[in-house]
């Protein structure tokens, strides 16, 4: 079966950076979509940025453009996030997902789910 697994949370001060790491197994790596989501307290979660299948295309929402950057290492089945330029407004649960397909856009169906990190930045 498919697993993902996501690392790197932390505390971090406004300004500052962090990189998530996502791990996936099960199902040929290169073929699918990876995705990252983030979820505040109160709030619907919320797309973050995605990366097809072989890293040729990269989405991002409009909150994290120019801060946030998506990239996969297909050789170690892993996809990162590194934020830089961290705001208060970031902290949220981040989780990574795989896409039924090869693509990761916005809308596409994630159908591959790991546990959250958590993320926080102080003010």
């Known amino acids: 079966q498919v697993q993902v697994v996501a690392s790197g949370g932390g505390l971090v001060q406004a300004g500052g950076s962090l990189r998530l790491s996502c791990a996936a197994s099960g199902r040929t790596f290169s073929s699918y979509g990876m995705g990252w989501h983030r979820r505040s307290p109160g709030t619907a979660r919320e797309f973050v940025a995605g990366i097809s299948g072989s890293g040729g295309d990269t989405y991002s929402a409009d909150s994290v453009k120019g801060r946030f950057t998506i990239s996969r290492d297909n050789a170690k089945n892993t996809v990162y996030l590194q934020m830089n330029s961290l705001k208060p407004e970031d902290t949220a649960v981040y989780s990574c997902?795989?896409?039924?397909?090869?693509?990761?856009?916005?809308?596409?169906?994630?159908?591959?789910w790991g546990q959250g990190t958590q993320v926080t930045v102080s003010s």
């Open positions: 997902a795989q896409a039924s397909g090869f693509y990761a856009r916005p809308w596409e169906t994630y159908n591959y």
